[in-house]
């Protein structure tokens, strides 16, 4: 039981961890937040329209494999409940998108549903090594 809350511990620091850096970096490269930040007049329009691509980059490149990562190495990492102990450490990752229906619920059905593959591919790594 220890083993299991250590590495849901590891797995919910390096979830945030990996979030925070991947997220400065999309946000970094958005021009609407650039415009944001430097209070640059851009239209809101655009500016909305270019945030909410930074939203997709955000979610397709950062929490998604995030979540993938972060599910493989918990699975690596833990002896029993591999799985429920991965959907556990990505819940910075899904946890907050749940209360924006319809959309982010169905984003953090898919954020959670990579966390899970990541911890059945850490079983089948397992199984996969040479004897």
Do not use: H
């Not at 930040?37 to 997709?56: A, R």
């Not at 690596?76 to 990752?93: D, G, N, V």
């Amino acid at each position: 039981m220890k083993r299991a809350l250590l590495v849901i511990l590891g797995g919910l620091v390096t979830t945030v961890l990996l979030m925070s850096a991947g997220t400065e970096i999309v946000l970094i490269l958005s021009p609407g937040w650039k415009a944001v930040v430097t209070q640059t007049s851009k239209g809101y329009d655009s500016m909305m329209i270019s945030l909410l691509n930074s939203l997709k980059a955000l979610v397709a490149f950062v929490y998604i494999p995030t979540a993938l990562l972060v599910g493989y190495l918990v699975g690596l990492f833990s002896r029993k409940r591999k799985i429920s102990s991965a959907f556990i450490a990505t819940c910075p990752a899904w946890g907050p998108l749940v209360a924006v229906p319809p959309w982010g619920t169905l984003i953090s059905i898919l954020i959670g549903s990579a966390a899970v593959i990541g911890a059945w591919l850490s079983t089948r790594a397992g199984a996969l090594k040479p004897s």
